[in-house]
């Protein structure tokens, strides 16, 4: 009978038991890219890209949560449209977070994921836990984008730079520009303009 041979680990008899509680070590390191990959982008390249990606993706993440916050906790007469709007904007945050870090993962690198890695990251300012009032809800998140607006408009002209096209393309259109669309949305419900009656004097008498 030929010998058993027990050198490779994987050869583990076959069992239909799961295997659970499973641990080993990290097969890449944070802040690290694949070496070879056949993008015709330099290593350096990728590894400031990625970096970069990754502040943008932490920044992202907590705009995503913060509107997540503004839809659960929203209060007063325009609860209902932007509880709705507040969603929207949500959802529409839930795919950029992916895209940009799908497009750090095809560079090589690797994607901050977990909430504790988000907080220690990202830049925008940490909201209370309780409830605040319509305006500072929606200031709130403009401040949020205006980071992450600021942000794309360096990181973009910079991935041009160093050749990274795709990086460029995708900050610009992918991110930048549903963030314009935001901010407008957002910002338009700031506008202090009568609700029912009109200020104007002349217009009043003439009513
Ligand atoms: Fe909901």
């Known amino acids: ?7 490779n680990p994987r050869q583990a008899p076959i069992s239909a038991q799961p295997r659970i509680h499973q641990r080993a070590k990290e ?17 350096p390249v990728r590894l400031e890209m990625t970096e970069q ?27 209902y449209q932007l509880h709705l709007l507040f969603d929207k ?12 870090a799908e497009r750090i993962q095809l560079l090589g690198g ?7 890695d988000i907080a220690e990251t990202t830049r925008i300012e940490r909201p209370p836990r309780g409830r605040e009032e319509v305006p500072v809800q929606i200031s709130r998140l403009l401040d949020a984008h205006q980071i992450i607006i600021g942000h794309c408009r360096q990181l973009s002209s910079r991935a041009s730079e160093l050749g990274d096209e795709g990086t460029n393309d995708l ?4 991110v ?5 669309l935001q901010v407008w949305f957002l910002s338009e419900h700031l506008v ?3 609700l029912v009656q009109a200020e104007d004097p002349g217009m009043r008498r003439a009513g």
């Open 27 to 43: 097969i890449q390191a944070y802040g690290t890219v694949s070496h070879a990959l056949p993008l015709e982008l330099e290593e």
């Open 110 to 116: 690797i994607s901050l994921a977990m909430a504790p």
């Open 1 to 7: 009978m030929p010998k058993k041979d027990n050198s």
């Open 171 to 174: 900050v610009v259109s992918d």
């Open 89 to 100: 904007h949500f959802n529409e945050q839930v795919e950029i977070v992916d895209e940009i």
């Open 176 to 180: 930048l520009r549903p963030n314009e």
């Open 192 to 194: 202090d303009v009568p």
């Open 53 to 79: 990606l990754n502040q943008l993706l932490a920044d992202t993440m907590t705009l995503r949560d913060l509107y997540k916050k503004s839809h659960w906790q929203v209060a007063g007469p325009t609860f």
